[in-house]
Every structure is written in C-alpha cells, then in structure tokens.
C-alpha cells in the first residue's frame, strides 16, 4: 500500500463532488485506477469529499464490487481511452498477456501482477499510456512495454 494518497485523489474527488450518486462513482474511479480502493486513497478522498471515513466503509464491504485489497503486488494498467486506444494500447495488453500469461482483469499466480484496463486516465498526449502502480509510462512502444513494466518492478 501506498504510503500516501495517490496523486489523482483530488482529481477524482473534484469531478464528482457535490453530484448525485458521487461516492459511488467516485469510489468506482478509485478501482478503476488502481485495480482496488487503497485505504490511503479512501481516507483522503473522504475529506476532499466531507464524507466521513464510516461512510466509504459502510459503501466499499457492501457491495461486493469494491476491493479492499491490492489484487496484486505491481498493477498495470493500460489506457483503453480512445487516444490510447488508437496508438495502440491493444497491443500492448496483448504483449503483456503474452508474457505474463494473464488476461487483462487476472492477476498472476505469484500475485505479484494485476493487468486492467481502464478508461481515459487524463493524459491523451501521451498516449498510449501505461501506468504500473503509480508510475506512468507515456508513449509505450510495443517492444519495450515488457521491459519497462519488469524496470518499474525492480523500482527503477
Ligand atoms: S486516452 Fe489514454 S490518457 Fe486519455
């Protein structure tokens, strides 16, 4: 788990404070994101949002959707959106599928790799777009997103 809240937690709670329904989508962009609500995450999003933390609890063990637990150690997560989706972000989920022999929403065995999709992550001139964990990857080309996904592992 992340030692602070990720970076796009006020993003996320400025694009759906004050609407109908927000805690649920805003708590759906969090996995979205991140493959699972990370604890960090929650406890700042609810007070950028002024929900108190026994809400986003009583939401997240309610509906079976929500993860409270990182599906693996290192998520990858390959924007879908359609920039990403048109510089070829498809390939890049199948190079990954290929090497690590998952598909996209499976974990690894070992636990130690998530691959998702998501959506838009709001970056489009950098597409095609990769993040592992908190890193991101702009511009990923084919034949270096395996390399660097294992570089960001090691912590490079
Ligand atoms: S489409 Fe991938 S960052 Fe926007």
């Known amino acids: 788990?992340?030692?602070t809240a990720p970076a796009?937690?006020?993003?996320?709670?400025?694009k759906w404070k004050d609407k109908r329904g927000s805690l649920i989508m805003a708590l759906h962009d969090l996995q979205g994101r991140y493959g699972y609500v990370p604890r960090d995450a929650a406890l700042e999003l609810g007070k950028l949002m002024g929900v108190p933390l026994a809400r986003i609890y009583e939401v997240t063990t309610f509906y079976n959707f929500f993860k409270l637990e990182a599906?693996?150690?290192?998520?990858?997560?390959?924007?879908?959106?359609?920039?990403?989706?048109?510089?070829?972000?498809?390939?890049?989920v199948a190079r990954l599928s290929e090497k690590l022999g998952i598909k996209a929403g499976e974990t690894t065995p070992d636990?130690?790799?998530?691959?998702?999709q998501v959506r838009c992550i709001g970056c489009c001139g950098l597409a095609p777009v990769v993040t592992v964990n908190e890193k991101v990857l702009a511009k990923v080309k084919p034949a270096e997103i395996v390399d660097q996904v294992y570089a960001c592992a090691k912590g490079a």
Not at 8 to 14: L, S
């Open 1 to 3: 788990m992340a030692a």
């Open 8 to 14: 796009d937690v006020p993003a996320i709670a400025k």
């Open 71 to 92: 599906p693996g150690k290192h998520i990858i997560s390959v924007c879908m959106g359609t920039a990403c989706y048109l510089k070829g972000a498809p390939e890049l």
């Open 111 to 116: 636990k130690q790799f998530h691959l998702q």
